[in-house]
């Protein structure tokens, strides 16, 4: 089995050439924006799978996760939409 790791430059390559910065490629993935940060400059290992989760990203249109959260009504404004 071929192991791939991408380098803290190719990450941070593909992250500028797809528009993303830390902050949000942090929250598309599940991680904090230290943990991107780390990965690029190297102080922290790349995990193997990356590669995979940021092709999911090019083929799925990422960035249209992070643009917001819905907000939901709390259970007091719809109580009252109720009476």
Not at 47 to 59: G, I, Q, T, V
Request: hydrophobic share 35%.
């Amino acid at each position: 089995m071929v192991k791939y790791i991408m380098t803290p430059e190719q990450l941070k390559k593909w992250r500028l050439n797809h528009s993303y910065t830390q902050v949000k490629l942090a929250k598309v993935l599940g991680v904090t924006n230290v943990c991107i940060s780390r990965w690029e400059i190297g102080m922290r290992e790349i995990p193997s799978f990356l590669h995979l989760a940021l092709e999911c990203l090019e083929k799925k249109g990422g960035m249209k996760q992070v643009k917001g959260k819905k907000k939901t009504k709390k259970k007091k404004e719809v109580k009252r939409e109720r009476l």
